[in-house]
């Protein structure tokens, strides 16, 4: 469904430092091993889904929207707890970051702030591309840290990885993660509700050729008939996400990683080849991350008021 492909798209980069310009560095045999194991994970996950989905439509039950909201709700917290776990590591190897001051800033840091940090990973992200990442994920009081290689890397200075750290806790400690999850089920529950009050409708399937009334080919064309909204989804979803990028630098800043989150900052946009400084309209559209420019005025703002 197009506004839920939108949501995952804020909900994957909220709360991680990413970006979408990155050198790719990985082997012919590398790419070629992820598109088979992708393909096969599509086959072994995708069509029970669909055939659920289809199942629950063709009964056509008053309730239909809430039934769908319900079943995307379980699988989208199965997936979430799966994923790391068992996906992941089928395409990335994930080893304990080893014993040494970074560790023990991370840890306090996580500490000072009451994070149930129960394990820390470094992932091989450099064998794919020179994209520097970290990220957080875990229910209740199993959270987990992950760290891309590349970061560490990078970064020569171990407070500007934890300052990256921080921000990331920010994110948590402020419950962006929750907000947007939320967000995610209200946005999951209209588009459904929408479609229920289409899908009988004779005349939108004769609009697009069609005498019968398929059920996937009546999702398919609710899809299209939504293009417009979407746009306004993605564009309001982006407001969120760059919102709460600005409130994670602030939460940072007021650890006292200022100078280091903005050097940070430098590096990952000039490792990651993305735009520095873009058009206010158009980064507010199309970017789910504010610019470099506007963060780092962001955060000279802040240090100006203090004074």
Known sequence: MIILTSFYTFHLHNGSCCYLFHILQQTIWLFFRDMIKGMLIAIVIGPPIVAAVIVMMQKGSPYLAIYLWGFILVLSLVMMTIYPVLIAPLFNKFTPLPEGTLREKIEKLAASLKFPLKKLF???????????????????????IVLYDTLIQQYKNDDEVVAVIAHELGHWKLN??????????????????????VRN???LFRSFG?????????????QYTVIPIQHLVSFGLNLVSRSFEFQADAFAKKLGY??????A??????????????????????????????????????????K
Request: charged share 20%; net charge neutral; aromatic share 14%.
């Open 122 to 144: 470094v992932v091989d992200g450099s064998t794919r591309s020179t994209h520097s990442n970290a990220y957080m994920y875990g229910f209740f009081k199993n959270k987990r």
């Open 176 to 197: 962006h993660t929750l907000y947007g999850f939320v967000l995610f089920q209200v946005l999951t529950l209209l588009q459904f509700g929408g479609y229920t009050l």
């Open 201 to 203: 409708s004779s005349d």
């Open 210 to 222: 069609f005498d019968t009334q398929p059920v996937l080919i009546g999702l398919i064309i609710f």
């Open 258 to 263: 200022a100078a280091e989150l903005r050097a």
């Open 265 to 306: 900052l430098v590096k990952l946009q000039e490792e990651n080849l993305s735009a520095m400084n873009t058009d206010p309209w158009y980064s507010a559209y199309h970017y789910s991350h504010p610019p470099l420019v506007e963060r780092l005025a962001a955060i000279d703002k802040s240090d100006k008021k203090e």
